[in-house]
């Protein structure tokens, strides 16, 4: 007893298609859906890889150099402007506490010669007539 393994293949490809058609459906029209569909996810694969395959180009391209160039020149800048407003808010305060050395020094020099009359000179020639008042 041999089994004919390529009939029974067969027998139950026919069976198939009978309960398909019975359905409405028609197994070469379906294969050819299949195909259709599969060729065009084959097409939307090879346009995502080609998609990726630019952008790995653009980003290692001139362009993308430039741009990150410009963005540190950017940070750049913000930095050199939050550095030249802090210095300029050191700068101020250390001109304010000069100020305040330098005044609290004219009045320490206000207080030490306070009283020392600078028009007393004994040594100058006394008037020959007295004042009248």
């Not at 084959?42 to 890889?49: A, D, I, N």
């Not at 952008?55 to 402007?81: G, M, T």
């Amino acid at each position: 007893e041999r089994i004919d393994t390529e009939g029974r293949i067969k027998k139950k490809f026919k069976e198939q298609d009978r309960h398909f058609l019975g359905l409405g459906c028609d197994n070469i029209e379906t294969d050819r859906t299949v195909r259709n569909v599969m060729s065009d996810l084959s097409g939307v694969k090879k346009l995502v890889k080609g998609l990726s395959d630019r952008f790995d180009e653009y980003e290692r391209s001139k362009v993308f150099d430039a741009k990150r160039v410009l963005e540190e020149e950017l940070v750049n800048e913000r930095n050199a402007k939050e550095f030249y407003r802090e210095f300029g808010e050191y700068m101020c305060r250390m001109l304010q506490n000069r100020q305040k050395s330098e005044d609290a020094a004219i009045a320490d020099a206000a207080i030490a010669t306070f009283g020392i009359d600078d028009d007393d000179d004994d040594t100058a020639l006394m008037d020959s007539q007295p004042h009248e008042p």
